[in-house]
């Protein structure tokens, strides 16, 4: 988690020498259009009603408030945050967190409460400062809200001569649900852990990285678990109905590593940015999304499946004259089960849509038209791979175009 606090476009009302409390705020109003009416652009801002194929939307509307809390000496105490998520939806939590920061060695800290999970480079990123309209599919269907309620203990010094200044190391246990449900359903948390290379400096280049794993699962409440399996040559999903399977573990394991790379000139500056993650997901039938409550249908408990996946994004960012222009190419797949392919992909099988695999292409340009606002062009081409299943045997048309503005303070 960033610790960098109270930057200069925070509005402080009220600081002096033992604390000090600001607001920020940010919203963004946005047009869109999609390739046909009802398009699923779930990972695009929520899919398209039946019989509309361009909208506009709210898609955030962020206000935060942070009090920072010094001892005599100058060094910070106590961290408060507090944001909140208006659209025209409604309104929610976001952060809702506070942390503690031990002055003796300078270089831990704790933090407790909603806040973001500490894993990889993009799901920590803020969508305020984020040059694409949204995170990459695999970042939503893994780390749904990005936030999670629980616990985390910080390694980053902060004096200005140490030597591991540049190193930060996160560990934290969460419930593991987020803000996807309304509470914890079982004992089983999440561990998750982030060790992070500040950006350094090596020639004509700035680079940063880190390396992230989450350890955790859900605990079953049927007989029934499903996983992939292989008979007689062919990739079937299966059934385990022992009677021990309720109350098993049944696998959540990612492991990730992430890059970033940068030129040190501003008005021409490349940006290079890639993350991967691969590991073990369980879910449900129909889709590969964490469960943010037990999956029940009509009064009935439903079985979980746990799949072999992958995935990855890759960012291209050019300037173009100055910092105010800039060109965005962004790749990334999501593959939620990495042990079918194509027509292999099957209800016949036991597959279904949770099975198939996403790739996505975007292009856009972001001009800033002054500190307050700025303006995103974008457009996203989605490619889901032919399989057998009834309406992807091909690949769907569900493009999406977004023209957004961000105001912010």
């Known amino acids: 988690m960033d610790t960098t606090v109270f930057a200069d476009k925070q509005i402080k009302i009220m600081s002096d020498t033992y604390g000090m409390l600001a607001f920020t705020g940010y919203l963004q109003p946005q047009f869109q259009v999609a390739q046909e009416k009802g398009a699923d652009a779930e990972y695009q801002g929520g899919a398209f009603a039946t019989n509309a194929s361009n909208r ?25 945050v507090f944001q909140f998520d208006g659209t025209e939806q409604g309104v929610n939590i976001r952060d809702f967190w506070g942390r503690y920061y031990e002055n003796k060695w300078q270089m831990f800290s704790v933090t407790a409460g909603m806040m973001a999970r500490p894993f990889g480079f993009e799901v920590q990123l803020s969508s305020s400062s984020r040059e694409t309209p949204e995170r990459g599919r695999m970042s939503q269907i ?30 934290g246990v969460f419930n593991g649900q987020g803000l996807a449900g309304p509470r914890e359903y079982d004992n089983r948390k999440d561990v998750i852990a982030h ?35 292989q008979v007689s040559g062919s990739w079937l999903m299966m059934k385990d109905s022992a009677a021990g399977n309720i109350g098993k573990i049944t696998p959540r394991q990612y492991l990730g590593a992430d890059l970033q790379i940068e ?13 991967y993650i691969f590991g073990k997901q369980t879910a449900t039938a129909n889709s590969s999304a964490t469960p943010g409550s037990y999956p029940v249908e009509e009064n009935v408990k439903q079985p979980l499946y746990t799949r072999p996946f992958n995935g990855a994004y890759f960012y291209f960012l050019q300037n173009l004259f100055n910092e105010n222009n800039q060109f965005i190419v962004k790749y990334d797949w999501y593959d939620p089960n990495t042990k079918v392919k194509g027509t292999g992909v099957a209800n016949a099988n036991g597959f279904t849509e949770a099975d198939i695999r996403y790739n996505t292409l975007g292009l856009g340009f972001l001009r800033h038209i002054n500190s307050n606002l700025k303006l995103f062009f974008w457009y996203d081409h989605i490619k889901n791979e032919a399989t057998s299943i009834t309406d992807f045997t091909k690949d769907v048309n569900d493009d999406v175009f977004t023209l957004r503005a961000q105001f912010m303070f």
């Not at 506009?56 to 408060?80: E, I, M, N, V, W």
């Not at 749904?144 to 591991?164: I, W, Y």
């Open 142 to 171: 893994l780390m749904k809200t990005e936030r999670d309620l629980g616990a985390e203990l910080t390694f980053n010094p902060r004096a200005k001569d140490a030597a591991l200044k540049n190193l930060q190391l996160e560990i």
């Open 195 to 229: 060790a992070k290379l500040k950006q350094v400096k090596l020639g004509a280049v700035k680079i940063a990285g880190g390396v992230s794993g989450l350890f955790g699962g859900i605990a079953s409440e049927t007989t029934n678990l499903y996983r992939t399996q």
């Open 263 to 275: 030129t040190t000139s501003k008005d021409w500056q490349t940006e290079l940015r890639a993350e």
């Open 56 to 80: 506009f939307r709210l898609r955030r509307g962020r206000l935060r408030a942070d009090y920072l809390s010094f001892h005599k000496d100058g060094t910070p105490s106590t961290f408060f």
